[in-house]
T-cell receptor
Framework: DAGVIQSPRHEVTEMGQEVTLRCKPI?????LFWYRQTMMRGLELLIY????????DSGMPEDRFSAKMPNASFSTLKIQPSEPRDSAVYFC????????????FGPGTRLTVT | QKEVEQDPGPLSVPEGAIVSLNCTYS??????FMWYRQYSRKGPELLMY????GNKEDGRFTAQVDKSSKYISLFIRDSQPSDSATYLC???????????FGQGTELSVKP
């Protein structure tokens, strides 16, 4: 099992640019989570999907952030336009059975916005 | 006030020591309690999973939940340098998969 796959692993971009983060969940998992981790705020849930449908997006900081899950094996998190305060590590996690079981985390994408 | 409070440390102990990590929470609806371990520049991985109150033991690790005090603990016996990591508590209620994480405690076990 390859685990949760995220790309890119590192992203450096300038303020105002569009950033797209990608995630491939573990095959057979029907829940997908996007988290953001910073020193100041810790690990925060941004949004999660069950069966490709967004269930809770209350953690999405503002309209500059959007997430999609067009099929069971792929999700994107987009920031447009990016700002320096978006600099963080973004994790994707997946889980079986609607998220009631263990969440398996990917390696994360380290985003730096200058 | 955050829903879950966790001392960020850092905590430094000698090899072989017993380590105690703790979290407090405010939401009485939380029923499922987890401890995740995160090595530097890696994603968190589940270490322990407990439902409601009580103790759970797995090798050198023991998780305790005291719902009356809204307090959870993770004990590590005979700590090893390989236990050096950040430990995050996480919890949720019965509705859905949304986890609320603590800030994480950075642990260093010195040889």
């Amino acid at each position: 099992d390859a685990g949760v796959i995220q790309s890119p692993r590192h992203e450096v971009t300038e303020m105002g640019q569009e950033v797209t983060l990608r995630c491939k969940p573990i095959s057979g998992h029907n829940s997908l989570f996007w988290y953001r981790q910073t020193m100041m705020r810790g690990l925060e849930l941004l949004i999660y999907f069950n069966n490709n449908v967004p269930i809770d997006d209350s953690g999405m900081p503002e309209d500059r952030f959007s997430a999609k899950m067009p099929n069971a094996s792929f999700s994107t998190l987009k920031i447009q336009p990016s700002e320096p305060r978006d600099s963080a590590v973004y994790f994707c996690a997946s889980s079986a059975s609607g998220g009631f079981h263990e969440q398996y985390f990917g390696p994360g994408t380290r985003l730096t916005v200058t | 006030q955050k829903e879950v409070e966790q001392d960020p440390g850092p905590l430094s102990v000698p090899e072989g020591a017993i380590v105690s990590l703790n979290c407090t929470y405010s939401n009485s609806a939380f029923q499922y309690f987890m401890w995740y371990r995160q090595y530097s520049r890696k994603g968190p991985e589940l270490l322990m999973y407990t439902y409601s109150s009580g103790n759970k033991e797995d090798g050198r690790f023991t998780a305790q939940v005291d719902k009356s005090s809204k307090y959870i603990s993770l004990f590590i016996r005979d700590s090893q340098p390989s236990d050096s990591a950040t430990y995050l508590c996480a919890m949720r209620g019965n509705q859905g998969g949304k986890l609320i994480f603590g800030q994480g405690t950075e642990l260093s076990v010195k040889p």
